[in-house]
């Protein structure tokens, strides 16, 4: 039996070990330049370019056809998305999953809306790998990565929501907030799967012990936690030193935002996958 995973490149995984893995990239369209959310995008580049462009920058989900071919000839897959309230990615992969049934009605495809981004979705992809090792039925294996999406979070901390407001991700009253100087914004994905803005700190030393307080109060209690960064490792370093300070068993991971999160993350953002009790 062929399984695979597939999610799109807001899951910020390029590659996954141990299992048949895709990455379906999102793009990133500034005037004459296109940036394509894939391993060998340079990020820092694209940061840098935007910075320098007066122009208008959008994004765009990935199509259909990009999910029929991410899902490839594997006979069971498992696709998980950004979430459904922010981007059309959902949307296509659903559509994809529909076209690949009529073609292929021996084969199974799941697609799950995270509600969420980032490091959530790799929890979800974790859970997913250790299912399909255990060698689960399809169904089981979606019904307990469903359980379990109810006991994961995504928080966040922000110090531009710029990229955010232009396109029309968040309100403006909410990204006039963050756009003060050293005020960073936090936040979680909502149970609809939007941006909820939760609390503010100024300066960083501040800003980890809010993100302390913040994970602890939304149930954190010693789980998984996936942080990406956006060029912010020393913040990324410090929580995770926080939280082992407090957990020191906890398996905690650091990794690097992929161009999607990282243009609407902006530079400092940090994005915390994590598991409740
Ligand atoms: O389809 C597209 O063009 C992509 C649009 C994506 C918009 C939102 C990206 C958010 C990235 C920012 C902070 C976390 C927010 C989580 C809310 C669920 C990361």
Do not use: W
């Amino acid at each position: 039996m062929k399984h695979k995973i597939v999610l799109d490149s807001s899951g910020n995984l390029h590659a996954f070990s141990g299992v048949d893995f895709a990455s379906v990239p999102l793009k990133i369209i500034s005037g004459d330049r296109e940036f394509v959310d894939s391993a060998d995008c340079d990020v820092a580049d694209m940061v840098k370019h935007l910075k320098s462009y007066k122009g208008k920058t959008t994004t765009a989900c990935p199509g259909v056809g990009d999910f029929l071919e991410a899902f490839g000839d594997a006979e069971n897959v498992y696709c998980v998305t950004i979430t459904s309230n922010l981007s059309g990615a959902y949307n296509a992969a659903r559509l994809a999953a529909k076209t690949y049934l009529e073609k292929h009605p021996d084969r199974k495809v799941y697609v799950f809306d995270s509600l969420s981004t980032a490091g959530e979705m790799a929890l979800l992809a974790e859970k997913l790998r250790d299912l399909i090792r255990e060698k689960l039925a399809f169904d089981k294996i979606v019904e307990q990565v469903k359980a379990y999406q109810q006991k994961t979070r995504l928080m966040f901390s922000l110090e531009s929501l710029h990229n955010l407001a232009a396109n029309g991700r968040v309100p403006g009253a909410v990204a006039a907030v963050a756009g003060i100087l050293g005020i960073r914004l936090i936040g979680k994905a909502s149970d609809a799967g939007t941006l909820q803005p939760t609390g503010k700190a100024r300066g960083e030393k501040k800003l980890i012990l809010e993100l302390v307080r913040h994970l602890k109060e939304m149930g954190y209690n010693g789980g998984k936690v996936r942080i990406d960064h956006c060029d912010n490792l020393n913040a990324a370093s410090t929580l995770k030193q926080q939280l082992l300070c407090l957990f020191p068993a906890a398996d905690i991971a650091i990794g690097v935002a992929g161009a999607l999160c990282s243009f609407y993350a902006e530079q400092g953002g940090l994005l915390i996958g994590f598991e409740v009790a």
